[in-house]
Antibody, heavy 118, light 110 residues
Framework: EVQLVESGGGLVQPGRSLKLSCAAS????????MAWVRQAPKKGLEWVAT????????YYPDSVKGRFTISRDNAKSSLYLQMNSLKSEDTATYYC???????????WGQGVMVTVSS | DIVLTQSPALAVSLEQRATISCKTS??????????MHWYQQKPGQQPKLLIY???NLASGIPARFSGSGSGTDFTLTIDPVEADDIATYYC?????????FGAGTKLELK
């Protein structure tokens, strides 16, 4: 059974940093692209980052480019999101999700809440 | 960026057909594949993949869900609607980065 379990969320002050983790199991992690998708309270879904199977390629929307860094450790079947210079508008539930090249996000974690507030 | 446009809400009666549309600002087809996917999200839950590449039913999804369309116009159909289908539905394109989602259509009971 595919499982994705996020951790590392919490309350953080504006301008500070936070690192999210996603532990994957039930599939060959190194064969899949992985992504982070967020959802602000009562809002829609926003794709935040994608990383290729080897980690050599990463993709971000302009809203987080230069502040967020996605990475992975295939030996540990783990995905990470380093978030720097956090803003109040980064407040959201962050989901880790699996996908293939140009493929849909076929499995999602339960999500982890990040609140950016002073 | 490719913009996806959905109607905010749709009211439907149980056992009737629901048709949810998604229009894109650019063609999301390439080499005969539509890079358009549909997700269902219930309150407090993570999104669930329903339809991928325009019309393919994801694993474990009931056959009352179907997808159609190509190019810039796509449709998710639920027929017949059951009480468990009350949720918000999102379309998403994976043709180009940045991947983008529609704002979601909230399916409500009439």
């Amino acid at each position: 059974e595919v499982q994705l379990v996020e951790s590392g969320g919490g309350l953080v002050q504006p301008g500070r940093s936070l690192k999210l983790s996603c532990a994957a199991s039930g599939f060959t992690f190194s064969n899949y692209y992985m992504a982070w998708v967020r959802q602000a309270p009562k809002k829609g879904l926003e794709w935040v980052a994608t990383i290729s199977t080897s980690g050599s390629r990463t993709y971000y929307p302009d809203s987080v480019k230069g502040r967020f860094t996605i990475s992975r450790d295939n030996a540990k079947s783990s995905l990470y999101l380093q978030m720097n210079s956090l803003k109040s508008e980064d407040t959201a539930t962050y989901y880790c999700a699996r996908h293939g090249l140009r493929r849909p996000l076929d499995y999602w974690g339960q999500g982890v809440m990040v609140t950016v507030s002073s | 960026d490719i913009v996806l446009t959905q109607s905010p809400a749709l009211a439907v009666s149980l056992e009737q057909r629901a048709t949810i549309s998604c229009k894109t600002s650019q063609n999301v087809d390439n080499y005969g594949i539509s890079y358009m996917h549909w997700y269902q999200q219930k309150p407090g839950q993570q999104p669930k993949l329903l339809i991928y590449e325009g019309s393919n039913l994801a694993s474990g999804i009931p056959a009352r869900f179907s997808g159609s369309g190509s190019g810039t116009d796509f449709t998710l159909t639920i027929d017949p609607v059951e009480a468990d289908d009350i949720a918000t539905y999102y379309c998403q394109q994976s043709k180009d980065y940045p991947y983008t989602f529609g704002a979601g259509t909230k399916l409500e009971l009439k």
